[in-house]
């Protein structure tokens, strides 16, 4: 997962969903996406794992606006929000477990 971003935060609002306690894991997600099933998978897994994070997927159709404003431009996109709902960390495409944990590690 690499590429820093910073910009006004997301928020439980905005996302339709309420946000970790400690980071979220944001994944933009389209109906027809095998790697989006890898990465629910993953991304859930990783937030079982790890107390206080939160798994949010959106559907990137349904959500157009969010996903021009934030210049999503394939599925799977993962973003990492710290606490405050700050994106920390993005990737496109299916991440690896340790990248996710490792992504989680700056974020919190």
């Known amino acids: 997962m690499d590429g820093q971003e910073q910009g006004g935060p997301l928020d439980a609002a905005r996302l339709g969903a309420e946000l970790g306690e400690r980071a979220t894991l944001v994944q933009f997600s389209s109906a027809f996406c095998q790697p989006c099933r890898a990465t629910r998978r993953t991304l859930a897994e990783v937030a079982g794992m790890v107390e206080g994070v939160a798994h949010v997927e959106i559907d990137a159709e349904a959500h157009l606006g969010l996903v021009r404003e934030l210049g999503i431009s394939r599925t799977p996109t993962v ?3 710290d606490a405050d709902g700050r994106i920390v960390r993005r990737a ?3 991440p690896r477990t340790v990248d996710v944990v490792a992504a989680l590690g700056q974020a919190m």
Do not use: W
């Open 79 to 81: 973003l990492v929000l």
């Open 92 to 94: 496109a495409g299916q």
